[in-house]
């Protein structure tokens, strides 16, 4: 497994339960950036401040970090998080973090973003272009509680849609939530259990939650 693989298990559960409260607040609002206010709108009645991550080019199947894109003469105010990243993956070693581009079969641009999520604490947004996407997080954005039937939805979910160490990762989402695990059982505050079962190898087998009636 290499690096950049090993840091995206322990971190994509926790990303994405912040992507899925994102998801939440902004629903189906269509979207635009302006570059030179240094924010994203959602809709009439939404707006954040963002920091651009990088974009997709679906003509040539390659992502690109901002702070490579010189041809598009960004905002240096915008690109600190992604120039945060390049920093990390220098002290890392992590090379999917350094290189100024790569095939998208190497990792897309929803990993790193999530990546980026994981460690930063920030959701982030696909923009679609005619020709590609670009991504990038948003500042702002109001706390969201993770409920244990949240956290069973979005263990459900990322299994799903990513390939990664569902042990390691399943551990590291609850030791982010501060929600006491071991041998397979989660214990959130409210008195709920989540129990996780894992098959010989290292799937997870079965999912399901004790979660007491609220009074």
Not at 21 to 41: C, K, N, P, S
Not at 133 to 148: D, Q, R, W, Y
Not at 199 to 206: E, K, L, S
């Amino acid at each position: 497994m290499s690096a950049f693989d090993d840091l995206f298990g322990r971190h994509v559960l926790t990303a994405m339960a912040r992507q899925m409260a994102l998801a939440d607040v902004i629903g189906e609002r269509d979207w635009a950036v302006d570059m030179t206010a240094g924010g994203a709108t959602f809709g009439p009645d939404l707006k954040f401040p963002i920091q651009l991550l990088g974009s997709e080019s679906h003509l040539d199947g390659t992502w690109l970090w901002a702070w490579a894109n010189h041809a598009s003469n960004l905002p240096p105010a915008l690109t600190h998080l992604c120039g945060w990243m390049r920093g990390y993956g220098q002290n890392a070693g992590i090379a999917e973090l350094t290189d100024a581009s790569f095939p998208l079969d190497r990792a897309d641009g929803h990993r790193l973003a999530l990546l980026a999520s994981g460690l930063t604490g920030r959701p982030y947004y696909r923009g679609p272009y005619d020709g590609g996407a670009l991504f990038f997080h948003l500042e702002g954005v109001p706390p969201h509680e993770i409920t244990p039937e949240r956290a069973i939805t979005v263990i459900s979910q990322t299994i799903s849609a990513f390939a990664f160490d569902h042990r390691t990762g399943v551990a590291a989402f609850f030791e982010h939530q501060r929600w006491p695990y071991e041998a397979g059982i989660a214990h959130h505050p409210s008195g709920a259990t989540i129990h996780v079962a894992f098959d010989d190898q290292g799937r997870i087998a079965q999912l399901n939650g004790s979660i007491p009636p609220r009074g």
